[in-house]
């Protein structure tokens, strides 16, 4: 799983949908992962699969204006698949994205060994700051729903985090 403890996770605030039908209003306005709301500041995340880091990027989102830091694995049990991790804030105020990139003790190229912490979330907005966290096939195919990929426990562990605050929702609609 991305988190370390699910006692400090309060959401999962949206869920994977390119269906067109996602469970929240407007229910055209797709999503590619899954956004983590922590219950504090400064929660840790941690990897998911052992894996090579392949980017650390901060840019301000192209939707929001707010910067974020996107940190991208690739997973070398599977060559076609990667992990990406946006961490965000939710500030437009660049000092706040250089703070989250301070946050994040991985750098390109380095390996990784799933459970090994990736990052820590700063939430400069606590009503908004979330981690989202997708899976994404190399190639053009890009982010996908990840069920068919997790373990029965990390399956498990996801959907009662989901359905703590939305109990008719699934993984990916």
Not at 12 to 25: D, K, M, Y
Not at 105 to 127: C, F, Y
Request: hydrophobic share 35%.
């Amino acid at each position: 799983v991305p988190f370390v403890d699910r006692n400090q996770i309060a959401n999962i605030s949206r869920v994977f949908c390119q269906s067109g039908h996602c469970p929240w209003p407007p229910g055209d306005a797709l999503h590619d992962g899954f956004d983590f709301t922590p219950t504090e500041d400064l929660v840790p995340f941690q990897a998911s699969c052992d894996g090579t880091v392949a980017a650390v990027e901060l840019f301000p989102n192209r939707i929001t204006g707010n910067y974020q830091v996107n940190v991208m694995f690739e997973c070398d049990a599977d060559n076609n698949h990667g992990l990406v991790y946006a961490f965000e804030p939710i500030s437009k105020d660049v000092n706040v994205g250089n703070q989250q990139v301070a946050l994040i003790p991985v750098q390109v190229g380095d390996s990784v060994k799933a459970g090994e912490l990736i990052g820590r979330l700063l939430r400069h907005d606590p009503s908004g700051a979330h981690v989202h966290y997708g899976v994404y096939m190399r190639g053009p195919i890009g982010q996908i729903c990840p069920d068919h990929l997790f373990s029965s426990s990390v399956h498990s562990q996801v959907l009662d985090v989901v359905r703590a605050d939305h109990p008719d929702w699934n993984l990916c609609h």
